[in-house]
């Protein structure tokens, strides 16, 4: 963190005290977590809590089977936003 704040002052940027500082892999950023699969590929996954809140989402905007075509679009829209980041 020292080694940060030395570059960060000779840019003339500061740091906020409550910046979190770690390996990506251990890092969340915008619903996203990193990890690195077989042969040293690194690869993207959402979160338990991104991918919770999708999930409340869904539950919430689900109706009842007499009502299912608005449920599919709603459903869709999401799953679209989710690729799309």
């Given at each position: 963190m020292e080694t940060l704040r030395?570059?960060?002052?000779?840019?003339?940027?500061?740091?906020?005290?409550?910046?979190?500082?770690?390996?990506?892999?251990d890092r969340k950023f915008l619903?996203?977590?990193?990890?690195?699969?077989?042969?040293?590929?690194?690869?993207?996954?959402?979160?338990?809590?991104?991918?919770?809140?999708?999930?409340?989402?869904?539950?919430?905007?689900?109706?009842?089977?007499?009502?299912?075509?608005?449920?599919?679009?709603?459903?869709?829209?999401?799953?679209?936003?989710?690729?799309?980041?």
């Amino acid at each position: 963190m020292e080694t940060l704040r030395r570059l960060f002052a000779k840019l003339k940027l500061r740091i906020e005290s409550k910046s979190a500082v770690g390996p990506p892999c251990d890092r969340k950023f915008l619903g996203y977590s990193f990890w690195v699969a077989n042969g040293r590929e690194v690869k993207r996954r959402v979160t338990s809590n991104a991918l919770g809140a999708m999930k409340q989402r869904t539950a919430e905007i689900h109706p009842r089977a007499s009502e299912a075509p608005r449920a599919r679009d709603a459903f869709r829209s999401i799953v679209r936003l989710a690729r799309a980041a």
